[in-house]
Structure formats: C-alpha cells, structure tokens
C-alpha cells in the first residue's frame, strides 16, 4: 500500500503502464491508487470501484503520458502561443481543457454529439498505452478491422498517426492471425476436373443433382383446400451446366428415379393414346405426342408408362 500511495504522489504512472497487459487492468490500479491518494486508506480498503473513480484514473493517465509526449504542445498552449510549423498536431487544432487535457479541436463544436466524442483525447502513438487502448477497443468489439477499430477509438481517443498504428497492432492479434492463414488455406489450387466435366457429351448426359423446397403445391387450381407437400430436384449438367427442373414428393431417391409426371398415384394418371414419336438424331425416340381426353400433348417418354396389359 506504501509502494502505491509512493507512487502516485510522485507522479510515477508510466512504469505502471509498462506492466499492464489490459488497459481495463490498467485503469483498475490507476483507480485503487486514486482511492488511496484521496481519502484515507486506512479506512477505504473495500468496496467495488466507482465510474468515478474509473474516470479520473484515466484522466490521471492521460494526463501524465501526454505531459511527457506532448511537452512542447502544452507549453504552448497553456501560454496561448501559436504551434510551431514543425509540430503535426498543427492540422488538428488542439486545446486543453478544463481538466488539463489536450484534446483534439476541429469543426464538431454545434454538433449534438457526446462531449468526448467532439473533443477526443490526444493520445502519442509511440507509448505503450496506445497499443493498450488499440487492443482494448479491438477486443471489445469481436476483433473488428482496421477502419471500423479506429472509429470506435476515436469516439474517445484520438491517435496521432492513428491509422497506420492501428494496423500494426492488428496485424498482431493472434486470433485474427488464425483466421487470415484459415482463409489462405481456401485459396489453394484446386484438383483437376473429373473426366466427366471436360469431356464432350450430350446434354444431361451426365448430371449432377441437388434439391430445393419444399414447397406446398395444390394439385387441383381453384378452391381446393388440400395442399401437398413437395421438391424440386434439380438436375445440373455436367458439359454445358444446363439446368433441368423436377417436381418430386420427397427426397428419397425412388422419388428421383422413378420418373412420375405428378405427385399423384401412378393410378390416378390420365389415360392417352400415342399419336406420333419424335426419335432423334440417333433415331432413339425420347418425346412422343399424346392424345388424352383433354388434348393432345407432347411428353418426354419417361413421363409415360406403358399399361401392364396387352391391348390385343
Ligand atoms: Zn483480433
């Protein structure tokens, strides 16, 4: 406790930060060390820290590392004297604030947005609370990119050079490591073809097969209320990737294989009379024109079955 209340009379904050691997961790001494400076520790030893206490750790911390990095801009400031040319805050018009802190200027001052958001804290990007702040806003929001992490900080912070740094602490974060050489590995070169890819064939020759749905279809248009249950299989061509669309009643593979020009019993299918074959080139006949008592369709022999009966 000597040690502590040592270290914060005289101001030595800064070998601190080097031992912290959280800025949350870090926040948390810095705010015990403050209960211990302001009131008397031998009676306030308990109890969870207040926002309070939380808010002027950190403006503690800020403070000290900004006297340290910012000297010459402080001293300027406070004497109300133009910055040199040479210091690169010059663009970000900076001011110290009631509570001594050098904060960031700009043209936000009528916005209605948070305080500290319009006057984000000046931070150095070559201490080790930078880092500590990167990794605090990175963790905290599931690992976000490079963009999205330094607007997050800059809703409080404000980084000099913040970009570049913030990628540099990014690019450090094991976790999204592992996700980068994850996704390197989906980008290795793919295995040949198999021969039925490349190989010239007829259209639907070879197939590849897949299904969709369900859906609910009505087999009787109008006002019937029963609805059935149905897929869509899909048959994709292996040559030119043509696609070929098929009502089936379930996934099962009879379903797919069994050619049924409906849902319905092979019973309930309309009787029809072949009245003309269309063979092809090969002269292997695949649609026939039929009569039914409805009219004269065209069909793809695999919707049609011959009845188990002689007509003779
Ligand atoms: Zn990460």
Redesign the pocket.
Known sequence: MESMWFLVQNNEILPIIDKCSSFLKLQGVLAWCVRFKEKNPLQITTGNLTVAELCTALLCLVRKVQTVYFTTEIWCIERGQQLPDSINLLTLSPFSDERKILCVGGRLRHSNIPAEQKDPMLIPNNHLICDLIIKHY?FSYL?TGAEASLANIRTKFWIVNGRSKVKRV?KQ?I??LKVKVKAKGKNQMMADLPSARVSIARVFNKVGLDFCGPFLIKLIPGSAKKVYKCYICIFVCFVVRAIHLEIVSNLSIEAVLVKGEDNSKLLNWNLAKIVEVHPGTDDITRVVTLKTGKGVYKRPVTKIVKLPFNCN
Do not use: E, G, S
Request: with cysteine.
């Open positions: 990175h690992h990014i974060c976790k999204c």
